[in-house]
């Protein structure tokens, strides 16, 4: 069984998880013993890996169920109001 190749994403999500994490863990930690960095490389390289791994594959999505547009409520028409007549005054 072949192991699918990596897509670009992924290339580029878990080198610059490994990139920032090691510099990041580096820098919080002062570390200056060897075995200190391997372990934050080591670190570093597992992050990336599981960041890579997570990312979505590309035609993987599930699909899309379709559901009934909801339907507008019915507006019953009101009539306008009936306009009064107009009342004339008396000359006085």
Not at 22 to 28: E, I
Not at 50 to 59: E, F, Q, S
Request: glycine content about 6%; proline content about 12%.
């Amino acid at each position: 069984m072949a192991m699918p190749r990596p897509t670009a994403a992924q290339l580029a999500y878990g080198s610059c998880t490994v990139i920032f994490s090691t510099l990041a863990m580096l820098l919080l930690s002062q570390t200056s013993s060897g075995a200190g960095i391997a372990i934050i490389a080591v670190a570093a390289l597992a992050l990336g890996l599981l960041v890579a791994l997570t990312v979505p594959l590309p035609g993987k999505r599930p699909a899309a169920v379709d559901q009934p547009a909801p339907r507008e409520p019915v507006r019953a028409s009101i009539p306008a109001p009936a306009q009064e007549p107009v009342r004339e005054r008396a000359a006085s």
